[in-house]
């Protein structure tokens, strides 16, 4: 591999300068039971008095953090609640903590849209009690974690709801007026196959969400799911089934006019999720709550973990971070194009010459020769992207470019 690092001397602006609007995510560590496969800051069993004790820090939180010089220099687009499971807690709390972030930080970018304001949820924690207190708390897009349409998959991978929950859910949240509502899907699960994998495609389709996020299962370390693999019990597809999965979600999705704009996510026209692209763009974000993580123009912040210490912390007007790690300028570029090679439409490599004063071809040199003659990826109209082939393979690709 041939890498050269930026010059920095032909820079005349910083990264920060060609930043769009901030946005801010959320994380609410609380769950009704932890799944097998999930590596997320979560806990379970916590009792009424500790969710409320942390609504009310995480409140004192966004109001401190609104008025930081960083945050009152910034306009904000997106507010993403995820965890864990948001409705887990009092929904009075979320309004009152949802009318804090809306009062103390600026968010009229892109007016005159509305902010993106997302909440998760599971199927089995809505219900229209809950819809319509978010609802007047202002969330107006919901982001369902179906996960499949068949029992015997939720089943297998430890989900708590049915098939028919997630139906259910979908009806609770366009009755209560949700016009703004994503699925997540998830294929390449113990025992499945392309058929049953076609009908929950199907299923999901037939309900119409704006928004699709359709990901394969991945194993990751010290989760059940890791243990089972290493003890040879857990029975996944291989390869080319999983490969097989990911096609056939591109063929019937874009058959029912979702574009595909990310490896793992789909969308009707104007509903792609604002807050997600500022991650794949390697914009900057504030991340409010325990375990949630904050990247201030490259300098990435890591917030303490456990709930109750947070919730100390915030009492004592400490600054809950764990530990905190300032990018060099070539990590930095990096990340912006292993990040926005996620993206269908690629990478803009005018734009990453004028933040890090370097090009793809300059830095990466044969590697980067070497993907594009594999076809892994291409280069159109000044922006590097994945091909085809690429977005199959995208993990073969992405390696080479870390």
């Known amino acids: 591999m041939v890498f050269s690092r930026p010059n920095t001397?032909?820079?005349?602006?910083?990264?920060?300068?060609?930043?769009?609007?901030?946005?801010?995510?959320?994380?609410?560590p609380f769950c009704q039971t932890k799944c097998p496969y999930c590596s997320f800051v979560s806990?379970?069993?916590?009792?009424?008095?500790?969710?409320?004790r942390y609504m009310r820090a995480?409140?004192?939180q966004a109001r401190d953090m609104s008025k930081h010089p960083w945050s009152r220099a910034r306009k904000f687009h997106s507010l993403y609640i995820g965890g864990g499971t948001p409705p887990t807690v009092d929904m009075s709390a979320m309004a009152d903590f949802v009318t804090a972030?809306?009062?103390?930080?600026?968010?009229?970018?892109?007016?005159?849209?509305?902010?993106?304001?997302?909440?998760?949820?599971?199927?089995?924690?809505?219900?229209?009690?809950?819809?319509?207190k978010s609802i007047e708390a202002g969330i107006n897009r919901l982001s369902i974690g179906v996960q499949s349409f068949s029992d015997a998959m939720?089943?297998?991978?430890?989900?708590?709801?049915?098939?028919?929950?997630?139906?259910?859910?979908?009806?609770?949240?366009?009755?209560?007026?949700?016009?703004?509502?994503?699925?997540?899907?998830?294929?390449?699960?113990?025992?499945?196959?392309?058929e049953s994998w076609k009908k929950s495609l199907e299923m999901a389709v037939e309900l119409a969400p704006e928004h699709l996020s359709v990901y394969e299962l991945t194993i990751e370390e010290s989760t059940p799911f890791a243990d089972q693999v290493r003890q040879g019990r857990l029975n996944l597809p291989d390869e080319d089934a999983t490969l097989s999965m990911f096609e056939l979600a591109q063929e019937i999705l874009s058959a029912r006019g979702y574009a595909q704009y990310e490896i793992s996510n789909y969308a009707l026209k104007g509903f792609q999720c604002r807050h997600n692209i500022n991650y794949w763009e390697n914009g900057s974000y504030i991340g409010l709550g325990s375990g949630a993580v904050s990247c201030f123009s490259?300098?990435?912040?890591?917030?303490?973990?456990?709930?109750?210490?947070?919730?100390?912390?915030?009492?004592?007007?400490?600054?809950?971070?764990?530990?905190?790690?300032?990018?060099?300028?070539?990590?930095?570029?990096?990340?912006?194009?292993?990040m926005g090679l996620r993206m269908t439409k690629g990478v803009s490599i005018?734009?990453?010459?004028?933040?890090?004063?370097?090009?793809?071809?300059?830095?990466?040199?044969?590697?980067?020769?070497?993907?594009?003659?594999q076809k892994l990826l291409e280069e159109k109209d000044n922006r590097l992207r994945l091909t085809k082939k690429g977005l199959l393979l995208a993990n073969r690709a992405m390696v080479q470019l870390v």
């Open 298 to 338: 490259g300098v990435r912040i890591q917030s303490e973990e456990d709930p109750q210490r947070f919730i100390n912390m915030i009492k004592m007007q400490q600054k809950p971070f764990k530990e905190a790690e300032f990018l060099p300028l070539y990590a930095r570029f990096r990340e912006s194009v292993i």
């Open 350 to 373: 005018s734009l990453l010459e004028k933040q890090y004063g370097v090009t793809p071809q300059k830095y990466y040199g044969e590697t980067l020769e070497s993907l594009l003659k």
């Open 58 to 60: 995480l409140r004192q």
């Open 43 to 52: 806990y379970q069993d916590v009792n009424a008095n500790i969710k409320n």
């Open 101 to 132: 972030c809306l009062d103390g930080f600026d968010f009229t970018a892109g007016s005159p849209r509305a902010p993106e304001i997302t909440m998760e949820a599971n199927p089995n924690t809505v219900n229209k009690t809950m819809l319509e």
């Open 9 to 28: 001397k032909q820079q005349q602006l910083s990264p920060e300068s060609f930043e769009g609007a901030a946005g801010i995510y959320v994380h609410i």
């Open 154 to 194: 939720l089943k297998g991978i430890g989900r708590k709801h049915s098939a028919q929950d997630g139906i259910q859910a979908v009806k609770y949240a366009r009755g209560a007026g949700f016009t703004n509502i994503s699925f997540d899907l998830m294929f390449g699960l113990p025992g499945q196959d392309l």
